[in-house]
T-cell receptor, first 116, second 116 residues
Framework: GAVVSQHPSRVICKSGTSVKIECRSL??????MFWYRQFPKQSLMLMAT?????????EQGVEKDKFLINHASLTLSTLTVTSAHPEDSSFYIC????????????FGPGTRLTVL | AQKITQTQPGMFVQEKEAVTLDCTYD???????LFWYKQPSSGEMIFLIY??????QNATEGRYSLNFQKARKSANLVISASQLGDSAMYFC?????????????FGEGTQLTVNP
C-alpha cells in the first residue's frame, strides 16, 4: 500500500514556541491530506482538510491562526502549532488518499507533541 | 446524532477464540464506505478492512471479516482465531462520499484485550 511519513515522530517544546510537523506521501500524489488530533484514550478528531494549492478547510472549533496548514506540493503538507501551550499536547496524525480510490486512506505514523 | 457509534469501550477475548466488535452508523448518503482500523500502543493506524455501501458481499481480509447489515446500519468487525498481537484499540470509520468527500469520521473505539 501507499506510504505516508510524518516528521518528527516525537517533539517536546516549551510553552510559547511554535512547532512544525511534516506529512509526506512517499509514493503517490495527494491533492488532499487530513490532519487529526488524538488525546489519550480518545478517538481521532479531524482538525482540518489540507488542499494542495489552496487554503485549508478547518473543522468547527479549530483555530486556523493557531494551527497553520500549508500544502505547497502534491506530496507535502505541514501543520504548524503556533505559540504552543500545554493543552496542545496531543498525538497529531495525518492521512492522505489517492485521488479516485475511495476504499483506502493511508495514515502517517503520527507525531506526539508535548508542550512543557 | 453520532455518525459512528461503537458501544463497547473494552472487550476481552481468549486467545484462539473469535470476537465481534460492534459498529453502527448514521448517514443519509446512498454512497458511503466503512473502514476498520487497528491502533496499537505505538499509535500507528493500521488499515484492516473496507466495505462499500454498494458491496453485496461482506468484506473479508484474512482473519478479519465485516458483518455488514445495511438495513440495520451496522458494520461489525469479526476477528477469528484471536492472537495476542491483536490486543489494540480498534476504530470504525465512515466516509460519506456524497456529503463529505474523502474525509473519515471515527467512532470512539474499542480496546480489545486478548488473554492467553
Amino acid at each position: 500500500g501507499a506510504v505516508v511519513s510524518q516528521h518528527p515522530s516525537r517533539v517536546i517544546c516549551k510553552s510559547g514556541t511554535s512547532v512544525k510537523i511534516e506529512c509526506r506521501s512517499l509514493d503517490f500524489q495527494a491533492t488532499t491530506m487530513f490532519w487529526y488530533r488524538q488525546f489519550p484514550k480518545q478517538s481521532l478528531m479531524l482538525m482540518a482538510t489540507s488542499n494542495e494549492g489552496s487554503k485549508a478547510t478547518y473543522e468547527q472549533g479549530v483555530e486556523k491562526d493557531k494551527f497553520l496548514i500549508n500544502h505547497a506540493s502534491l506530496t507535502l503538507s505541514t501543520l504548524t502549532v503556533t505559540s504552543a501551550h500545554p493543552e496542545d499536547s496531543s498525538f497529531y496524525i495525518c492521512s492522505a488518499n489517492v485521488a479516485g480510490i475511495e476504499n483506502e486512506q493511508f495514515f502517517g505514523p503520527g507525531t506526539r507533541l508535548t508542550v512543557l | 446524532a453520532q455518525k459512528i457509534t461503537q458501544t463497547q469501550p473494552g472487550m476481552f477475548v481468549q486467545e484462539k477464540e473469535a470476537v465481534t466488535l460492534d459498529c453502527t452508523y448514521d448517514t443519509s448518503d446512498q454512497s458511503y464506505g466503512l473502514f476498520w482500523y487497528k491502533q496499537p500502543s505505538s499509535g500507528e493506524m493500521i488499515f484492516l478492512i473496507y466495505q462499500g455501501s454498494y458491496d453485496e458481499q461482506n468484506a473479508t481480509e484474512g482473519r478479519y471479516s465485516l458483518n455488514f447489515q445495511k438495513a440495520r446500519k451496522s458494520a461489525n468487525l469479526v476477528i477469528s482465531a484471536s492472537q495476542l498481537g491483536d490486543s489494540a484499540m480498534y476504530f470504525c470509520a465512515m466516509r460519506e462520499l456524497e456529503t463529505s468527500g474523502s474525509r473519515l469520521t471515527f467512532g470512539e473505539g474499542t480496546q480489545l484485550t486478548v488473554n492467553p
